[in-house]
């Protein structure tokens, strides 16, 4: 069973960077589409970026050019560099994977949360001053 553990998270000021990490452990992410998500108070879960097991990306419009979606499959980790970090940036991270065969291709190219079944317990982010 693959396991998802996040890391990383915490309070920066605006224009700050952090490095979100996601290790997975129980599984190989070679064969997994994975992606990052948040969810602010208040608010839906939202896709941030995702990347495919055949290495496309998709951002969303807020953060690109912001952050960046990155894995290493020897460490079996996922990577969420953020930087020029924005207070509408609050909020708790998630990592998350399917696995190639389990997914839905739109869903995962859309970087829709219900396109992946396994979940981190997330981390949070706070920008402020």
């Known amino acids: 069973q693959l396991q998802l553990v996040e890391s990383g998270g915490g309070l920066v000021q605006p224009g700050g960077s952090l490095r979100l990490s996601c290790v997975a452990s129980?599984?190989?992410?070679?064969?997994?589409?994975v992606g990052w998500f948040r969810q602010a108070p208040g608010k839906e879960r939202e896709g941030v970026s995702c990347?495919?097991?055949?290495?496309?990306?998709n951002s969303a419009d807020s953060v690109k050019g912001r952050f960046t979606i990155s894995r290493d499959n020897v460490a079996n980790t996922v990577y969420l560099q953020m930087n020029s970090l924005k207070p509408e940036d609050a909020a708790v991270y998630y990592c998350?994977?399917?696995?190639?065969?389990?997914?839905?291709?739109?869903?995962?190219?859309?970087?829709?949360?219900?396109?992946?079944?396994?979940w981190g317990q997330g981390t949070q982010v706070a920008v402020s001053s």
């Open positions: 990347l495919s097991s055949g290495d496309s990306t």
């Open positions: 129980g599984r190989s992410l070679d064969y997994y589409h």
């Open positions: 998350a994977a399917v696995h190639v065969t389990r997914s839905s291709w739109p869903m995962v190219s859309a970087c829709a949360p219900q396109g992946y079944d396994h």
